[in-house]
């Protein structure tokens, strides 16, 4: 569980990094899932944005008890999973994640999410750890975004440069099994990995479920920014119920 200063820290700075670590075992398992999403997909070397739609597999992950209970103080006790995404960075070859917020991309409204994102292997300076603009959070607005769609970076909506100073940048190195949560509203991104290790990373996106997963918003976003479609996304009720009584949840 989060300690009252860790909750703290997370109104504060807009992300914190638990004591909890992953199970040696459950990281073996996402590693050798990740293996066969490759094997199948190999469109998927550096980014796949909604494994579940791949292999369930990765759903057992989600559903840790321990990471449910730090999400649950977070978010409250009605919550749903609504994605779980790949950010491989292979070695010598990683893409770049350019600056941005995750809630510039996402069809819920209102916008909340806590994000749980799972070192698969040591994240560095080296290999393309992340960087979070500390309490870029707090405004609790989207900033100015612009479409880039260059093939040398995973997302292709990326901060406009007056909406953040990257010399604030706080780097988010973690040891393979260490986990980190952040807000929707975040500012972050990530280099390109030029080094000999891989670094791979797991993210859980958890709503409560006092927002609505838009379906009709998803298909703007994906019209007019090229944003992936979501329209078709499973949602995975995790705790508690449906308290906005409009979305449509595969029940645990």
Not at 6 to 12: I, K, P, S, T, V
Not at 73 to 88: E, K, R, V, Y
Not at 91 to 115: F, K, M, V
Not at 130 to 146: A, D, E, N, T, Y
Request: proline share 6%.
């Amino acid at each position: 569980m989060l300690t009252d200063d860790q909750l703290e820290q997370y109104r504060r700075d807009g992300y914190i990094v638990p004591e909890y670590r992953l199970p040696d075992e459950n990281i073996e398992e996402i590693r050798d899932a990740h293996d066969r999403l490759l094997a199948r997909h190999p469109e998927f070397l550096n980014y796949c944005p909604n494994v579940l739609a791949f292999d369930l597999a990765f759903l057992n992950h989600a559903r840790i008890p321990e990471v449910l209970d730090m999400v649950e103080q977070i978010l409250g006790p009605d919550f749903a999973l609504w994605n779980s995404s790949f950010f491989a960075k292979p070695a010598l070859n990683g893409q770049a994640t350019p600056w941005h917020q995750d809630g510039e991309y996402w069809p819920i409204r209102p916008l909340a999410t806590c994000t749980v994102w799972i070192a698969v292997d040591d994240a560095t300076r080296e290999n393309g750890c992340l960087r979070f603009i500390r309490g870029s959070h707090k405004s609790k607005r989207l900033l100015s975004h612009r479409t880039n769609s260059s093939p040398d970076l995973t997302l292709n909506q990326e901060l406009a440069d007056a909406e953040y100073d990257e010399s604030e940048a706080v780097d988010l190195v973690l040891e393979a099994g260490q986990i980190s949560l952040h807000d929707v509203y975040l500012a972050h991104g990530s280099e390109a990995n030029r080094s000999p290790q891989p670094r791979r990373g797991m993210t859980l996106r958890y709503m409560p479920t006092t927002s609505v997963f838009d379906r009709d918003i998803a298909g703007r976003l994906h019209r007019e920014k090229g944003i992936m479609d979501h329209t078709h996304r499973t949602l995975f009720l995790m705790r508690g119920g449906d308290r906005s009584g409009r979305n449509d949840f595969r029940l645990r």
